[in-house]
């Protein structure tokens, strides 16, 4: 009932659950009402609530961990101010934090999605900066632009085919086109479920033919030069 895929309802609910789940309260029983209903949640579904987001957190660490080394390594070979990068490089982090929302069934789902689970898995980058919201307090003003840039445009792609608006070159910021190719390159390295890995020998190929279509050129040939 939590992870559900009503945008609104999901925003009332991390609304109300997150500061429990932050102050790590077990022992209570939250209530609220949505639409006119009463809705409670014992303790068990919100300790669920953390196990759920806890296994989702290491799930997806060691994608985050390459995600992380290349938007390093690509933004160091770009010559792009070293504590920019540093800044880029620790936020990346946050960028799939909208997936929190998505059922695993889609997320691990074999042999392509529907049109109406793509729709969902496309809605991740707004859900992610809501969820943000909640935690952007702990953050400076610098480092939350930056995070929220990466959460809402890391889907975006350098010729405009990207989501969820449509931005085309340098409308996108530097931040979330780094985390682009960053991310794009960890997806080809680990496969996906209906997606053989790459080895690595094939990915100088592979962001040749994107450079300038999916990702950044310039971000593509210096990455290219730091492989
Ligand atoms: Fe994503
Ligand atoms: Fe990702």
Redesign the pocket.
């Known amino acids: 009932m939590i992870f559900t895929q009503d945008e609104h309802m999901m925003e009332r609910l991390f609304a109300t659950v997150m500061p429990f789940i932050r102050d790590e309260k077990e022992d209570c029983l939250v209530e609220f009402e949505i639409d006119g209903k009463l809705i409670s949640i014992d303790t068990t579904s919100i300790s669920k609530a953390i196990r759920f987001i806890r296994q989702w957190s290491e799930e997806s660490l060691k994608?985050i961990r390459i995600?992380q080394e290349y938007v390093y390594r690509t933004g160091i070979a770009c010559n792009l101010d070293r504590s920019f990068v540093i800044c880029v490089t620790k936020l990346s982090s946050v960028?799939?934090m909208g997936k929190v929302g998505i059922d695993f069934d889609i997320l691990e789902k074999k042999g392509g999605l529907t049109p109406d689970e793509r729709s969902i898995v496309r809605q991740h980058p707004l859900t992610g900066l809501k969820i943000f919201s909640f935690f952007a307090d702990a953050l400076s003003e610098e480092e939350r632009k930056i995070a929220e840039s990466i959460i809402l445009y890391?889907h975006e792609r350098w010729d405009g085919l990207g989501y969820p608006n449509g931005l085309k070159g340098e409308e996108i910021p530097a931040e979330a086109r780094l985390v682009a190719i960053a991310?794009a390159v960890?997806?080809m390295l680990a496969g996906t479920p209906y997606k053989e890995p790459i080895s690595p020998d094939e990915l100088p190929e592979i962001l040749k033919a994107e450079k300038g279509c999916h990702f950044d050129p310039e971000m593509t040939e210096a990455l290219l030069c730091a492989l």
Do not use: K, L, Q
Request: hydrophobic fraction near 40%; aromatic fraction near 0%.
């Open positions: 994608h995600v960028h799939d890391h991310d960890a997806v």
